[in-house]
Nanobody, 122 residues
């Protein structure tokens, strides 16, 4: 099974930056479509950024993070990144990466998920 492990979460002041990493256990990160989601208690999971490997590396962002977050990956290291800047308190959430051979855009239908990493903005 594909295993994804996030890291890089933590606490940061509003206006600050943080970069999350998602390390894959196998080569699938290099060929699957990928995304980052976030979730807070009592709310549905929200897709924040997606990257279509099959579509030539096109990226998509939720309106709430557009211009502040950047999704990218390093195929040689099998790592997916989420660079977050100009962070706001409303960005506080548990962030999880996801992958799937099928493209799901920002829908939470991806087949493989990491356990999540907490980001707190104060």
């Amino acid at each position: 099974d594909v295993q994804l492990v996030e890291s890089g979460g933590g606490s940061v002041q509003a206006g600050g930056s943080l970069t999350l990493s998602c390390t894959a256990s196998d080569y699938t990160l290099t060929i699957y479509d990928l995304a980052w989601f976030r979730q807070t208690s009592g709310k549905e999971r929200e897709g924040v950024a997606a990257l279509t490997t099959s579509g030539g590396g096109t990226t998509f962002y939720a309106d709430s993070v557009k211009g502040r977050f950047t999704i990218s990956k390093d195929n040689s290291e099998r790592i997916l990144y989420l660079q977050m800047g100009s962070l706001k308190p409303e960005d506080t959430a548990t962030y999880a990466c996801a992958s799937d051979p099928q493209w799901w855009h920002l829908l939470a239908n991806y087949n493989y998920w990491g356990q999540g990493t907490q980001v707190t903005v104060s």
